[in-house]
T-cell receptor, first 111, second 115 residues
Framework: QQQVKQSPQSLIVQKGGIPIINCAYE??????FPWYQQFPGKGPALLIA?????SEKKEGRFTISFNKSAKQFSLHIMDSQPGDSATYFC??????????FGTGTRLQVFP | DTGVSQNPRHKITKRGQNVTFRCDPI?????LYWYRQTLGQGPEFLTY????????KSRLLSDRFSAERPKGSFSTLEIQRTEQGDSAMYLC?????????????FGQGTRLTVV
C-alpha cells in the first residue's frame, strides 16, 4: 500500500515532443504528489507538485494531471528540449511525512 | 548558497570501516530527512527529524546506522562496520514542516563506495 508505481522506465522523444510519465498509488491517505528531476550525480530537484483537490496544475512547460478516483497522476513536458534529458521521479506522501518515490523514468530528448 | 548542503560529496572506504556524513539543511527548515538511492532506483526513506527529535526510522536502517540532529540544526548519519551493500548515494532533504509547507528540497548527496 506504500508503493508508487511509475512507468515507463525509459522514454525517448524528439525535441518539441510531449513526453508523458505516469504514476499510480494505492494509499488513499496520500495527499501530496510531487515530481522531481534528477541529473546524473546530482540530488533530485523539485519540479512541480499537486494536491488531490485539483485535477491539473501547470508551471511553465510542466503539467501534472491528477485523477483521484483512479489513484493516478502524470507529468507532461510541453515542447521538450534536450536540456530536459534527465531522470524523473514521482513521489507521494501524507502532508510533511516522508516521500515514497517511484522507480524513475529516464527521459532522453534528441535534437 | 542557501540550499541543503552535504559533505563529503564522495567517500571511498574499506569494508568494515566507519563513515560519517553531514547534512546542513536550509536554515528555517525544521524537518530533516535522510534517504538512500542505489543506481537506477528512486530514493528510499531512511529516517527523519522534527527539530532534534528523530520521529521515524525505516526498517532499512539497521543497527549499524545511526543518525543525530543535535540542537535541531545540522544532522549526521554514521554507518558502522560498512559493508559492500552500503554503497549508494545518501541524500538529505529538508522542509519547513507542517506549519510552513510540505516541499522537500534535496542536497547533492554523498556517494559512498565501499571496497
Amino acid at each position: 500500500q506504500q508503493q508508487v508505481k511509475q512507468s515507463p522506465q525509459s522514454l525517448i522523444v524528439q525535441k518539441g515532443g510531449i513526453p508523458i510519465i505516469n504514476c499510480a498509488y494505492e494509499n488513499t491517505a496520500f495527499d501530496y504528489f510531487p515530481w522531481y528531476q534528477q541529473f546524473p550525480g546530482k540530488g533530485p530537484a523539485l519540479l512541480i507538485a499537486i494536491r488531490p483537490d485539483v485535477s491539473e496544475k501547470k508551471e511553465g512547460r510542466f503539467t501534472i494531471s491528477f485523477n483521484k478516483s483512479a489513484k493516478q497522476f502524470s507529468l507532461h513536458i510541453m515542447d521538450s528540449q534536450p536540456g530536459d534529458s534527465a531522470t524523473y521521479f514521482c513521489a507521494a506522501s501524507r502532508t510533511t511525512d516522508k516521500l515514497i518515490f517511484g522507480t524513475g523514468t529516464r527521459l532522453q530528448v534528441f535534437p | 548558497d542557501t540550499g541543503v548542503s552535504q559533505n563529503p560529496r564522495h567517500k571511498i572506504t574499506k569494508r568494515g570501516q566507519n563513515v560519517t556524513f553531514r547534512c546542513d539543511p536550509i536554515s528555517e527548515h525544521n524537518r530533516l530527512y535522510w534517504y538512500r538511492q542505489t543506481l537506477g532506483q528512486g530514493p528510499e526513506f531512511l529516517t527523519y527529524f522534527q527539530n532534534e527529535a528523530q520521529l521515524e526510522k525505516s526498517r532499512l536502517l539497521s543497527d549499524r546506522f545511526s543518525a543525530e540532529r543535535p540542537k535541531g540544526s545540522f544532522s549526521t548519519l554514521e554507518i558502522q562496520r560498512t559493508e559492500q551493500g552500503d554503497s549508494a548515494m545518501y541524500l538529505c532533504a529538508s522542509s519547513r514542516g507542517r506549519q510552513g509547507g510540505t516541499e522537500a528540497f534535496f542536497g547533492q548527496g554523498t556517494r559512498l563506495t565501499v571496497v
